[in-house]
T-cell receptor
Framework: DAGITQSPRHKVTETGTPVTLRCHQT?????MYWYRQDPGHGLRLIHY???????DKGEVSDGYSVSRSKTEDFLLTLESATSSQTSVYFC?????????????FGPGTRLTVT | QKEVEQDPGPLSVPEGAIVSLNCTYS??????FMWYRQYSRKGPELLMY????GNKEDGRFTAQVDKSSKYISLFIRDSQPSDSATYLC?????????????FGRGTSLIVHP
């Protein structure tokens, strides 16, 4: 298995509170991605990173921010959580952009916003 | 219309059956076609990928791409209960823009003994 961990694995939080999810990889891959997975929508890209301090928005980036200060860590922050952000969040990595057909996923974080 | 369409199922088959999972797409620029398997409460794992048209075989799994019809398939021979999972197709361009894959919604497969 690719060395990807996510923390926390489960979280319940209240509307309006900030939440930070962490993705950690031991593969030294340059590209890291945050997705959310919801019934009926499949996997949707939130943000991705193509290097330390280099990030870009995905399809559903509103209400989310990211940071990458080290190659191995990619943080996703919900600045003020809303119930619509209740979802399962997956981190993924790939060696390069051209090898984005080989993405490796973490175990996921199940987030509930009450 | 979504760029990638995939019937969510569920698809229920008896053990030993040949399973056919399919996706259609609208963007003719897609060149890489991937299949991921996702067990319940786990992250997706890459099963196989193909480039452009044709078939690719890996054990009991065969991926097939028909670019003229914009249609891809994953066949599973001699299906086992352990194959019960959600199967997601994904695809991406080879050049000229974003390399980020576009995913289908996934098809839930149940193989019963």
């Amino acid at each position: 298995d690719a060395g990807i961990t996510q923390s926390p694995r489960h979280k319940v939080t209240e509307t309006g509170t900030p939440v930070t999810l962490r993705c950690h990889q031991t593969e030294n891959h340059r590209y890291m991605y945050w997705y959310r997975q919801d019934p009926g929508h499949g996997l949707r890209l939130i943000h991705y990173s193509y290097g330390v301090k280099d990030t870009d928005k995905g399809e559903v980036s509103d209400g989310y921010s990211v940071s990458r200060s080290k190659t191995e860590d990619f943080l996703l922050t919900l600045e003020s959580a809303t119930s619509s952000q209740t979802s399962v969040y997956f981190c993924a990595i790939s060696e390069s952009s051209t090898r984005a057909y080989e993405q490796y996923f973490g175990p996921g974080t199940r987030l509930t916003v009450t | 219309q979504k760029e990638v369409e995939q019937d969510p199922g569920p698809l229920s088959v008896p053990e030993g059956a040949i399973v056919s999972l399919n996706c259609t797409y609208s963007n003719s620029a897609f060149q890489y076609f991937m299949w991921y398997r996702q067990y319940s409460r786990k992250g997706p794992e890459l099963l196989m990928y193909t480039y452009s048209s044709g078939n690719k075989e890996d054990g009991r799994f065969t991926a097939q791409v028909d670019k003229s019809s914009k249609y891809i398939s994953l066949f599973i021979r001699d299906s086992q209960p352990s194959d019960s999972a959600t199967y997601l197709c994904a695809m991406r361009k080879s050049s000229g823009g974003s390399y980020i894959p576009t995913f289908g919604r996934g098809t839930s497969l149940i193989v019963h003994p």
